[in-house]
Nanobody, 125 residues
Framework: EVQLVESGGGLVQPGGSLRLSCVAS????????MSWVRQAPGKGREWVST???????FYADSVKGRFTISRDNAKNTLYLQMNTLKTEDTAVYYC???????????????????WGQGTQVTVSS
């Protein structure tokens, strides 16, 4: 059974940091690109970042320079280090497998597969 379990969310003040984790099981983690996607209250899901099987990383403009995606294939774990958090980063954050690709015209074109249940991140003073 495929499982993706996120953790590390919480309440943080603007300017603060959080590190999200996503532990994968039930599939060969190293064979998959992995992404973080978020959904703010009342809005649709927004792609945040991707790390490919080979370790290439891609970011949405809204988080570039503040967030860092990484993976540890030995631990079947995906990470998202979030620094200089803003109130607009408030959302439920999901990890997902992603077989997408980079395009010059549209940037990262995701192709999501398996999803986790999400972890809440709230940025508020």
């Amino acid at each position: 059974e495929v499982q993706l379990v996120e953790s590390g969310g919480g309440l943080v003040q603007p300017g603060g940091s959080l590190r999200l984790s996503c532990v994968a099981s039930g599939f060969t983690f190293s064979n998959y690109g992995m992404s973080w996607v978020r959904q703010a209250p009342g809005k649709g899901r927004e792609w945040v970042s991707t790390i490919t099987r080979g370790g290439e990383t891609f970011y949405a403009d809204s988080v570039k320079g503040r967030f860092t995606i990484s993976r540890d294939n030995a631990k079947n774990t995906l990470y998202l280090q979030m620094n200089t958090l803003k109130t607009e980063d408030t959302a439920v954050y999901y990890c997902a497998t992603d077989r997408g690709r980079w395009t010059l015209v549209a940037g990262w074109r995701p192709e999501f597969g398996y999803w986790g249940q999400g972890t809440q991140v709230t940025v508020s003073s």
